[in-house]
């Protein structure tokens, strides 16, 4: 089955710079990968995904690229803000809407003010 | 981005006894899931439904766990007899589709306490 591997598991940065988050996974077959944002108490919350088919994808501040022959894909978020702290998940998924995503084990991004 | 709303929010239950999630999705959606977190580590999928019956599900999904959307709205996770590890956030998730494909999204969870 699918193994996604994640790094890092903690991710300080500086109010304001940047933050990349790694991600590989196992399946070649895999062909939709989105990124989930996880408050405290609270469920994952999509905020932004990338299918096989395209190498990047941005919306504001956060960007994703995919890199398919070295299966892995990373988050870029940009110009980093208090309330970005969180725990982000990247997930994988081959075939269609029956199967399962299989999620990393989580950075927890922590934002300096 | 779909409401999806889950009952309990927090369930204490003991050892042995069955419990009973809730996922009361607001939009129809084709494909239905349940997911666990166990504290401290990642989201591990468990079971995914579709016309009202199973389509995939993991080693996680055993026997003591069944689903099902009995009255066309609700769609149930059923632990028959909950054990110590069973200890997890639970959480239900609806895949959407859209412009540019499906995407998936989750409900707030129910945490479940086995003492």
């Known amino acids: 089955g699918e193994n996604v591997e994640q790094h890092p598991s903690t991710l300080s940065v500086q109010e304001g710079d940047s933050a990349v988050i790694k991600c590989t996974y196992s399946?070649?077959?895999?062909?939709?990968f989105p990124w989930y944002k996880q408050e405290l108490g609270k469920g994952p919350q999509l905020i932004i995904d990338i299918r096989s088919n395209v190498g990047e994808k941005k919306d504001q501040r956060i960007a994703v690229t995919l890199n398919k022959t070295a299966k892995h894909f990373s988050l870029h978020i940009t110009e980093t803000q208090p309330e970005d702290s969180a725990v982000y998940f990247c997930?994988?998924?081959?075939?269609?809407?029956?199967?399962?995503?299989?999620f990393g084990k989580g950075t927890h991004l922590i934002i300096q003010p | 981005e779909p409401e999806v709303t889950q009952t309990p929010s927090h369930q204490v239950t003991q050892m042995g006894q069955e419990v009973i999630l809730r996922c009361v999705p607001i939009s129809n959606h084709l494909y239905f899931y349940w997911y666990r977190q166990i504290l401290g580590q990642k989201v591990e999928f468990l079971v995914s439904?579709?016309?009202?019956?199973?389509?995939?599900k993991s080693e996680i999904f055993d026997d003591q766990f069944s689903v099902e959307r009995p009255d066309g709205s609700n769609f149930t996770l059923k632990i028959r007899s909950t054990k110590l590890e069973d200890s997890a956030m639970y959480f239900c998730a609806v895949l959407q589709g859209g412009n540019s494909g499906n995407t998936i999204y989750f409900g707030e969870g129910s945490w479940l306490t086995v003492v």
């Open positions: 997930a994988a998924r081959a075939g269609g809407g029956a199967d399962g995503l299989t």
């Open positions: 399946d070649s077959a895999s062909n939709y």
């Open positions: 439904f579709y016309n009202n019956e199973i389509s995939e």
